[in-house]
């Protein structure tokens, strides 16, 4: 009867050892992805739990939101963010978290470009905010005519993730001709929606 309560143990030690492994190796493959490539190689699900993450910061930064409140307004929870944006975050000795002037997580955007839109993968928020700002100015002068925001950019180009200069679009003739077409889309700034 010993010998069997024994053998029951180790098959139990076993299979929980097991179980922990396997969550290792899922959470493993949950990291902050390092490029597009890398991003765009995990799953659908994964790409909307990290686009909705890398947003959080920005939402806490615009709307000078606590933690709990912007993961809230994006639907996703506060642990999930932690673990892909967490670099996005510093602790205060009181346990909240606290956003990040600026930081280095990985986005794809789009941007409108010659031939319509692309997407750029960029990995500094000041950039994501400067794509954010062109789309913006895209907008209004596309329901006012008033081109105003758009000479207003501080810069003519983003860098992407690879250190390489993009040039923003400005040319107001192709701007109109890409919205009269349909090729530009303001329901989301982030590249491949799943």
Not at 94 to 110: I, S, T
């Amino acid at each position: 009867m010993k010998r069997r309560k024994r053998e029951l143990a180790k098959l139990s030690k076993r299979s929980q050892k097991s179980k922990r492994n396997q969550k290792k190796k899922a959470s493993s493959f949950e990291r902050t992805p390092s490029s597009a490539d890398d991003l765009f190689s995990r799953t659908a699900k994964f790409q909307e739990k990290y686009n909705r993450a890398v947003q959080v910061p920005a939402e806490m930064r615009a709307n000078n939101l606590a933690l709990r409140q912007a993961a809230r307004n994006l639907n996703i929870g506060e642990k999930v963010v932690l673990r892909l944006a967490g670099q996005a975050f510093r602790k205060l000795p009181n346990g909240q978290y606290r956003v990040k002037p600026r930081d280095k997580l990985l986005r794809v955007m789009l941007t409108p470009g010659p031939r319509g839109n692309r997407e750029i993968a960029t990995n500094d928020s000041r950039e994501a905010s400067l794509i954010g700002q062109h789309w913006s100015a895209i907008e209004y002068f596309l329901q006012t005519g008033d081109d105003s925001r758009l000479r207003q950019l501080p810069g003519k180009t983003v860098r992407d993730s690879k250190g390489k200069r993009v040039r923003l679009l400005l040319d107001r003739n192709e701007l109109v001709r890409q919205a009269s077409a349909g090729v530009l889309r303001f329901e989301s700034l982030y590249g491949r929606s799943v």
